[in-house]
């Protein structure tokens, strides 16, 4: 799509006449400049019975400021969508609001980033969040998972080991989740799943012959308990989870990481693995991940 005067008008505008052109291609009314209550929309769309107000911010914005006037759009039950240049450092609260980051600047390149999980080109985005093909979700349905192999060599024996953590997910909507599976001292963890032990060990015999530690229960000093954990495949003696989790945060910054390998949850035919990761939820032709 060209738009005219490009080179010569701020990027704010170029962006808000882009979209507002994209709005009335979809056939949605569509008004610049729109005043409601106490506040002006850069573009107000009405479509499929709904308002919305879409700013595009290309000034340094507070999260007050932001909360405030996203407020005023939600006691008018009008859908707020804000489009960043410089998205803000994020927080639980900015995690919830309909905010994304535009990028690059080239008038026939742009692209919308959902919180860094996902990129769409703006006529894409702009199309899906008016017809409802994005949304919020509070949890994430996995459809993969990243197994991270990690050496740790036994305290005791000094016998090479290595254990393996879960990296990331990849959800139902194609976002990518890092996470990293630091929970400590829960035997319930989803790495010890036996449908994922058995993948892990299956891809360790066909293609690495890692010696891999070994997982049951074991008594903890420390904790003055028992737990599922990872211990020596020689002595037995346990890897503490506070020192897995320390190999694990050193393996986030490079460091530590022996080889690394997606398992497919249609291949572990695993129903359902929901986990607590909000995120902005877009599927295309699949299910949102709520």
């Known amino acids: ?126 199309k899906d969040f008016l017809n409802d093909n994005i949304k919020f979700c509070n949890t994430l349905n996995t459809s993969a998972f990243e197994i991270r192999y990690v050496k740790m060599d036994c305290w005791k024996c000094n016998t090479e080991n290595y254990f393996y953590y879960i990296g990331g997910f990849v959800s139902n909507c194609n976002a990518k989740i890092f996470h990293g599976d630091i929970e ?35 008594y903890s000093n420390m904790t003055a308990s028992s737990y599922m954990s990872f211990g020596c495949k020689k002595c037995d003696s346990i890897f503490g989870d506070w020192y897995i989790r320390n190999a694990v945060i050193d393996t986030w910054y490079g460091d530590g990481i022996a080889d690394k390998f997606m398992i497919e949850n249609n291949k572990v035919k695993f129903e359902n693995v929901i986990v607590d990761i909000p995120h902005w939820c877009h599927p295309g032709n699949k299910k949102f991940c709520e």
């Open 184 to 218: 400590l001292w829960n035997s319930d963890k989803l790495i010890f799943h036996s449908l994922i032990q058995r993948k892990v060990i299956e891809h360790n015999d066909r293609s690495l012959k890692l010696p891999l530690a070994t997982i049951k229960e074991r």
């Open 1 to 126: 799509m060209k738009i005219s005067l490009w080179n010569e008008s701020s990027f704010h505008d170029n962006v808000k006449y882009l979209v507002a052109n994209i709005c009335r291609t979809l056939g949605f009314e569509t008004r610049e400049e729109y005043k409601g209550k106490g506040w002006r929309a850069d573009v107000f769309v009405v479509a499929n019975g709904r308002k919305y107000a879409i700013e595009i911010q290309t000034s340094l914005q507070s999260l007050n400021k932001t909360l405030e006037r996203q407020q005023k759009y939600i006691n008018e039950n009008v859908t707020g969508c804000w489009l960043f240049v410089n998205e803000p450092k994020q927080d639980i609260e900015l995690e919830k609001l309909p905010l994304f980051k535009l990028n690059n600047k080239e008038p026939n390149n742009i692209t919308v980033s959902l919180k860094d999980r996902k990129e769409l080109p703006i006529k894409d985005f702009i």
